[in-house]
């Protein structure tokens, strides 16, 4: 079975400042990965997944993660953030084989200062 | 191209009664997902179909909720008796059955009084 562990429930951040969201997964087979964020009152959005290929890969509204097969991780990272990245964002893993079924960490409740 | 749509947006009960949620998938998506999510957690599958077949259900309270996905496309998620603890949103989502993620509707919010 996969999980998917995020150990910080809420990272406070200054506007325009750098941050990294922490994901590690657990699985005995291979798996894709992935970052949604949540807006408020709102359904997941998709920022990013990883398939294979290269491990950094770039998202939507400047967001990026890296793959790091060997430490089982996939951090989000933004290097400027602004206020409305102000939001919850969910890591999620499935196995690159069979039925695609998603399975989501905690989240990481990111608040951006002004 | 339209999104997930799920109704109603919210929805306040009381305990022992019944309620329903009806999810239409992004056109072409053959899977769907029915996700609970508790507040301050992440999102919890109850069910997957796949076209019409449930692909898992593992998680899904059996002897109070069902699902069922009549013709492949819509879906409706039914939860009897209701308990306060089923307080929650219900995400449904949908997707090609393939890598390239799932798609979320916005949601019911469900309270149980």
């Known amino acids: 079975a996969q999980s998917v562990t995020q150990l910080d429930s809420q990272v406070p951040v200054f506007e325009e400042a750098p941050v990294e969201l922490r994901c590690n997964y657990s699985?005995?087979?291979?798996?894709?990965l992935f970052w949604y964020v949540q807006y408020p009152n709102q359904g997941l959005q998709l920022l990013l997944k990883y398939l294979s290929g290269s491990t950094l890969v770039k998202g939507i509204n400047g967001f990026e993660a890296e793959f790091n097969k060997s430490q089982t991780s996939f951090h989000l990272r933004k290097p400027s953030v602004h206020i409305s990245d102000t939001a919850e964002y969910f890591c999620?893993?499935?196995?690159?084989?069979?039925?695609?079924?998603?399975?989501f960490g905690t989240g990481t409740r990111l608040k951006v200062l002004a | 191209e339209a999104g997930v749509a799920q109704s109603p947006r919210y929805k306040i009960i009381e305990k022992r009664q019944s309620v329903a949620f009806w999810c239409n998938p992004i056109?072409?998506?053959?899977?769907l997902y029915w996700y609970q999510q508790i507040l301050g957690q992440g999102p919890k599958l109850l069910i997957q179909?796949?076209?019409?077949?449930?692909?898992?259900d593992s998680q899904l309270p059996k002897d109070r909720f069902s699902a069922e996905r009549l013709k492949g496309v819509d879906s409706t998620l039914k939860i009897q008796p209701a308990k306060l603890e089923d307080s929650a949103v219900y995400l449904c989502a949908s997707s090609f059955g393939d890598s390239g993620g799932a798609f979320f509707g916005q949601g019911t919010r469900l309270t149980v009084v």
């Open positions: 999620a893993v499935t196995t690159t084989s069979g039925t695609y079924k998603y399975i």
């Open positions: 056109s072409g998506h053959a899977t």
């Open positions: 179909f796949q076209n019409n077949g449930v692909v898992d």
């Open positions: 699985s005995s087979v291979s798996v894709y």
